[in-house]
Every structure is written in C-alpha cells, then in structure tokens.
C-alpha cells in the first residue's frame, strides 16, 4: 500500500517510482543505466524518495507556521542514528513500491539498505534516545527541531585485533551524505574569549575569537508520513573563508589555523560515555551548538512573533543531559544584552522556556568546569552565571537553608579548585527537571539534588524513556511484526499499547510457535552473518544469551564473564548433566582511555577462544565478541535473541533502553532491579523475567557500611574458582599477569559488588536453563514479553514530555 498521508500527498505507485528514479539517476547522479553501478543506484534511490519527503516536509513546516504554534526544540550533543532508507521508506509507506521498482532493474533493496552507513552522532543509550525521540516527535505530529553538531568522525568503528581494541576514524561522510541539505542562509557567529565592554546603560560581550555555524538540515519521517520534522546539525566555518588580506600579507599560516579553528569544532564525538570530557575543546563544542541553536530559535520567533517576551509561549528547549545546559546563561545574554530585558524579566522568560532531563547518578558523569578556563572563554556567560547564583543562593537563605546546604546549591563548587557546576545550572534554569526511569528519579531527590529538590520541590519529575517501535520491532523484526498482525489485527502499529490484545492469546500453542519459528529464523540469519563475518559456527537451537551495550563497569559485563567461566567448570567437570546449549554473544564499544573496559573486551576474547576450542564442552557453549556493536548491529542482533543482559549495579544505570527493545521482541531479560527493569517487571509480571541481586537500597547500604568482599569470594566456590583461574592466567597464558589486577579490584573493593551479586546471577541462569527447558512456559513468556511492553513506547514518552512540560498536546 503506498503512503496514505494525512497531507493530502497522492500515492505513489512502484512504475511511478522507477520513472522517478531513472530521471534522477539520469539527472542527478549523472548516470544512465548502463553505466549505473550499485552505489548510483543506492543515491538515485535515495534521492527519488526524498523528493517524495520534501513534499510532506514543505506541508509540515507551512502547517507549524499557519497555526502559530509553539514548538519543541531538542538540544542534543549527540544523536545515534543509523541508516535511514529502511527507516524512511517504511514511515513513507513506500517499502513495496521501491523493492519492484528496483527489482525490475535486477536490483535488491536490502542490498541497497546494506551500502547506507551508520550515521553515529554519540555513543549509546543518550544519543540513540534523541532519535528515537525525533522518530516519535515526527509521529505524534508535535512540531520539532533537533539540534546538534554535524561531526565529520562520528562514533569511532572498532576492530577487533587478537582479541584487543583498535579505534579507527567512521568515515561515515566519505561517499557524500543524500539526505542532509546544507542552509547557508542560517549562519550565525559564534565567539569565544575576549572581553566585556561598558555599552550604553549595559554591557556587551567583545568575543577574540570567532567562528561561523551553519545550518545542515535532515529530515525525520514520522510513522505515515504525517509529518516530517527537522534535525538541524551545525558545521562549523572560519568567518572569512579566504582570509584574503592575511594571504596577502604573507600570512598563510594565520589563515590555515583559522580554518583548522574552526573545524577542529566539528571533527569528532568524544567518544566517552557516562564521563564528563573536561577539555576545553569539549566546552567548544558545546558552547558552539548550543550558541547557535539559541540565535536560531531567538531568531525564528522575533521574526515570527515579534516580541522576545513570548518567547515561551511559541517555543519548549528541552536539554537532553547537561551538555547543552550553557543555554541557560546564552538565553539570558540575548535576552539582556542582545534584546534589552531586565534581567528579572529574562530570567522568567529563560525557565519558562527551558526544561532539563538528567542521564546520570555517577559523579565522574557530572560536568564541571574550572572556573579560569570557563571565565577565560566565556566572560560575558561567566558574569550572568554569577548573577543568577546571588538570586538564586538569596532564595535558598531566605529559606533558611544552612551554609552545608547553599554550598550545595550553589552553581560553583568551593570545595576545591573552583568549578562551574553545569547541572545545578540547568536545575536552576529550568521549570522541569526530570529523571528517565522512577526509580532514577527517586535517586535524583535523594542524592545529587537533594538540596536542590528541597528548594524547588515541585521540579523534579519522571519520564521513563521509550524506544520507537517503528525502527524496534516493525523494520528490524519484519517477521514478528506480520505474525503479530494476523494474530491481533494492524492496531499496534499506530498505538504500541494495542500490544495487549496479544496478552489474552499467550498461552496459544500455535501462536507459540508461530513467534518460536521468526525466532528461529532470525537466529538463524544472525548466525549466518557471523559464520561470513567471523567464521565462528552458532547452533540456532541454542540459547542465544546476548549483552550488547558500552562496556562499562557498572554494565557489568565482567559479572558475566565470570558466570561464562564458571558455567565452562562447570560444563567440564559434570559432562553427564543435561545443559542446556548457550551461545553468549557479547558486543560494545569502551572509551579509547578506559582501560579496565579495554581489558574486559580481551578477556571475552580470550575466554572466547579457549572456550570455543576446547571439545570437552561439546559445542554446549560458545562465546562471541562482535565487533563494531552500532545501531545496525543492534537491529540484526536483539531480533535474534533468547535472553536479554541487564545486569548493572543497581543505582547506577538511569533508564537503559536496550532493555525494552529486547522486550519488544520477545527476549526474556535476566536483570537487576535497576533502572527501567524495575517498570518493565512491573508490566510483564515476576514469572517473564528473572530478577536478581542486591537492590539500590542494599548497595548503598554495602558500600556505607563494613562490606568484605573477601571474605565472600572465599565462601563461594563457584566464584573463587572461576576468579582464581581468570587471574591465574588459565584464559591468558601468553601474559599470564594480563588480569591480576582487574580481579583484584573485585577482592580489594567490589565497587560494582560483582561479589556480592555472583552467586545470585548463577542461579539466576540456572533458572533460566529449566525455563528453557519448558518450551510452552518459555514461548508463554515471550509472548507476555511482548504484549505488556508497549508502554514503552517513546511515543508515549513524547506524549508525556508533550502534555506535561512542553504543553503542546
Ligand atoms: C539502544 C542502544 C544502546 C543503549 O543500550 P543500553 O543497553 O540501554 O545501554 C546503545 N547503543 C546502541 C547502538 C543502541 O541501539
């Protein structure tokens, strides 16, 4: 069926479509058949559909400006992508039409789909939400503009070598990118340093350095086409191109550094995940998007609206995390010092417009500026930044708060070498501020803003994340997707809470099966891919037993290697037991400076290779470490996956959204009671998942108290096994020291309380070996799985953000 959009924009048929792609081919690429190859075709593809976007994008825009309406702006230094063809042709409701139109040229689409790279604008869970978010922004028809920086080297690809890390440049741009449209008419320039000078009455800011922003423009289909927003990504310029006169003068050198200024600002992602960068390019960067998207939003509305002081009535900033939280001191200085408010005035315009979603618990997570570096770059931001802490800390004592409790307010730390607090400047700046899952929101109120909830008690609240079930479920699992249409009917297409209707029919053998044999099918094609791409052999009647995610500590992938380790013992020393065959399939990228997470990646690759080798365990194990784990990846792996590993410390991952989009497709999760575990386990019920561990509670609790890991390791056979033979060497013989000090940590200190939480996993997965075992109870789970995690849908995630901070639905 070709697309049926709300916009009145006619159908397209398939020989419509071809026509349309060969005069593109012809025209645009500069190709004709004969001479095409598979690269022209994937352009002209791409190029005919997104002549059909424009269309619905022109009528989006037109539609936002008629009705006056208020907009959400979406400032994010990362937006995780991946391809859009598949993605695009699916909202446009084209998928058909484009398959015949290239067939009838002996083309394959999922061939084409295959040449698109990974568009990898961040690093994980943060930056894929943002886009999940644009998805849904698009299908709720919510007018909306991303916001963030076009990097040139997005996420770096890994490669594994013997069983080691290796970060290469993504060159993602290489081949020219067909869906973005540069805007040279929206540039705006961006300084940096300098100095404040008197100005009449006020002040303005003289900046030593400047750079120019420019507009590049995507478009996000939402579901049907209903609307198609825009992801507007900075690239950055020297101001004059050409420097002439410094050319002239001689002075090639002071051109070049000009220029190499201003794209060092673009260049790369930094590729840390849940760590604050601290350089000072990083706070460039920063500065420089969000400095831009503000001129751009203060623009649009003074040429729209006229009058500055509505600002918040036509437009909602949200700021994803605290990257962009320098918005707060850059809204104030246009509003002060560029359009003439008082600054009391600008300060209720500023929250009223602006609101803030926090990502993170962990203290390294936390930005935090040294004060001479900020002041040295920013003056002006540094001055406004002073001015709303006085109001703010005369607030606080006039509530008589205690000096521990205004130190903690305060938006600059005292307590060492002065720093610029950037959460607490969120905080402050915004009317909402909220957490991603309940119980990190309930984290929020008691532990980093304690102080700050108990001034302004009515800002913190919860928006558990969501994933789009469009790209989750429908593009990556197209064969679930048609079994749950003939069983329910096509309603959970437009509505993922309609995924209910499948609640009553969970213990339907023959749906049963019918979802068992997609599964089987999809295990079948992820092992396909495995054998061509690592020449490692997978039973698909396995369990497929999957962690894919950044390897971090907290993630506790190393708690996973060890059960790896002991399931092998384990396997070896009892053959005569019926075990259950598990294929462990590990992936993810660890920051290029985090060397414990590096290390991680060896050891699966080591226990990988030994334990893949070793015929005593008779092909009832095998592990794997994919490389280069990427939005694509994810879409090829979760399909095929028995069981889901959501295993961190409980505390200290906010949301995750990994977790639900295994849910949707049917995996089972093994996990703590962390996170949005806790909520999915509210809605697929105790008997579909399997919780373990120490709760957030018991860890805080552990780490307060006298907590002697030791001593446990030393009652667990099991673990000290296991633990011994890692650091013994018996996985490293060619460095038999390579992991004494990783599992020392665990002895010493167990900050991740892999200790503490072993012997509960273990039996966590031997009671997930006798569920197996149950294939109806198993199939039943699934089921359950999928029918109660639509709630977890990010379109009503945006309906909440939409009817309770941004009201605009
Ligand atoms: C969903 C997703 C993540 C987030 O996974 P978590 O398990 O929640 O950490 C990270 N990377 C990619 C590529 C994803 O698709």
Known sequence: MASESELGIKPVTSSELDQHIMRVLRNRVGKDERAAKQHDWYRAAIYALRD???DAWFKSTRRTYDAGGKRVYYLSMEFLIGRLLRDALSNMGLTREMEKALAAHGLDLAELEEMEPDAALGNGGLGRLAACFM??????????????????????RQRIEDGWQVELPETWLAHGNPWEFERVESTYLIGFGGEVVAHGDGVVWDPAEKVEATAVDTPVVGWKGKRVNTLRLWTAN???????????????????SEQMRAESLVRVLYPADSSAAGQELRLRQEYFFTAASIQDIVRRHVQYAGDVRTLHEKAAIQLNDTHPSVAVAELMRQLVDVHGLEFSEAWEVCKKTISYTNHTLLPEALETWPLPLFERLLPRHMQIIYAINSRVLREARKTGCTDA???????????????????????VGAHSVNGVAALHTELMKETVFADLHALYPTRINNKTNGVTPRRWLQQCNPGLTEVIKDAIGPAFLDDAARLSDLQAMAEDAALGERIDEVKRANKVALAEHIRRTMGI???????????IKRIHEYKRQLLNLIETVALYDQIRSHPERDWVPRVKIFGGKAAPSYHNAKLIIKLANDIARRVNSDPSVGGLLKVVYVPNYNVSYAERIIPAADLSEQISTAGMEASGTGNMKFALNGALTI??????????????????IVIFGLTAEEVAAKRAGEYNPRELIEQSRELSQALSAIASGVFSPDDPNRYHSLINGIYE????????????????QREVDDR?????????????????VGWFSSDRTIGEYAKEIWKVL
């Not at 998805?135 to 770096?156: C, H, K, Q, W």
């Not at 409790?405 to 905080?427: K, P, Y």
């Not at 052999?537 to 962690?547: E, H, I, K, T, Y």
């Not at 294939?775 to 359950?784: Q, Y």
């Open 772 to 788: 197996w075992e149950n294939k109806a109870g198993w199939r039943a789970s699934m089921i359950r799985n999928i029918a109660n």
């Open 749 to 764: 200190n167990d900050w991740f309380m892999c200790a503490a939480d072993f012997d509960a996993y273990a039996a966590a």
């Open 52 to 54: 059909e976007i424009i």
């Open 537 to 547: 052999r997978l039973d698909p009647g396995a369990l497929f037993d999957v962690q």
């Open 671 to 688: 996990g703590t009671l962390d996170g949005a575990n806790v909520e999915i386990k509210e809605r697929v019920g105790d008997d579909n």
């Open 405 to 427: 409790q205004i130190a903690a307010i305060s938006l600059i730390d005292e307590s060492g070498e002065r720093r610029v607090r950037m959460a607490n400047l969120a905080f």
């Open 135 to 156: 998805e849904s922004l698009a299908t709720l028809d919510i007018p909306a503009y991303g916001y963030g920086i076009r990097y040139v080297n997005g996420m770096f």
């Open 238 to 256: 020297p101001v004059d191109p050409l420097k002439l006169d410094a050319f002239n003068a001689g002075d090639h050198l002071g051109a070049l």
